[in-house]
């Protein structure tokens, strides 16, 4: 092989390793540039997992507290609802005193009317009219009675409103828990 043929073949297989070798060093400068990218990524990570871990541990340990509040309120959660219970029943049998006044003050309507009629023919009538005076007097008695046991019963509400505004406002002082 004449000189000049192995003086271009030396500077041929040079010049391809010498791009081999600068092809190689690209290759690993980026993968070294990924891999960076990729560690610091796991670094920020790591540094996000470490505050969540410590926020949870801090709420973890603040969960006794919570649980022994909830504990000590039960009683006055209990108690509220037995006083809104009897609130209940109370505004019921209210309801039904209501329902009864009602229908006495119906019944009494009959007899006023016919009190009025009378009262116009007072001169022959006046004899007449003693029935329903005397149903009218009865009528009254009767809604009278139903009146007194009306305040009675609104009297009982009274104080039980009021209980149930006490334990609520107690309620309300508790901390809240959950979301």
């Given at each position: 092989?004449?000189?000049?043929?192995?003086?271009?073949?030396?500077?041929?297989i040079t010049l391809a390793f010498t791009i081999a070798v600068l092809?190689?060093?690209?290759?690993?400068?980026?993968?070294?540039?990924?891999?960076?990218?990729?560690?610091?990524?796991?670094?920020?990570?790591?540094?996000?997992?470490?505050?969540?871990?410590?926020?949870?541990?801090?709420?973890?340990?603040?969960?006794?507290?919570?649980?022994?509040?909830?504990?000590?309120?039960?009683?006055?959660?209990?108690?509220?609802?037995?006083?809104?219970?009897?609130?209940?029943?109370?505004?019921?049998?209210?309801?039904?005193?209501?329902?009864?006044?009602?229908?006495?003050?119906?019944?009494?309507?009959?007899?006023?009317?016919?009190?009025?009629?009378?009262?116009?023919?007072?001169?022959?009538?006046?004899?007449?009219?003693?029935?329903?005076?005397?149903?009218?007097?009865?009528t009254l008695n009767e809604a009278n009675a139903n009146a007194q046991?009306?305040?009675?019963?609104?009297?009982?509400?009274?104080?039980?409103?009021?209980?149930?505004?006490?334990?609520?406002?107690?309620?309300?002082?508790?901390?809240?828990?959950?979301?």
């Open positions: 092989m004449p000189e000049a043929d192995r003086y271009r073949l030396s500077w041929a092809t190689g060093l690209l290759i690993v400068t980026r993968d070294l540039g990924i891999t960076s990218d990729t560690f610091a990524d796991g670094v920020m990570q790591a540094r996000t997992l470490d505050t969540t871990t410590d926020g949870a541990l801090d709420g973890a340990h603040q969960l006794p507290a919570a649980t022994e509040a909830a504990r000590q309120g039960l009683p006055e959660v209990v108690g509220i609802i037995d006083s809104l219970t009897r609130a209940d029943q109370t505004l019921a049998t209210l309801g039904d005193q209501l329902a009864i006044l009602g229908v006495t003050l119906t019944s009494a309507d009959a007899p006023l009317v016919g009190t009025i009629a009378a009262a116009r023919d007072a001169g022959g009538q006046a004899g007449a009219a003693a029935d329903p005076l005397g149903a009218i007097t009865v046991t009306l305040g009675q019963k609104l009297d009982e509400t009274l104080v039980l409103s009021q209980m149930i505004d006490q334990k609520l406002r107690i309620a309300l002082l508790l901390p809240k828990i959950g979301n």
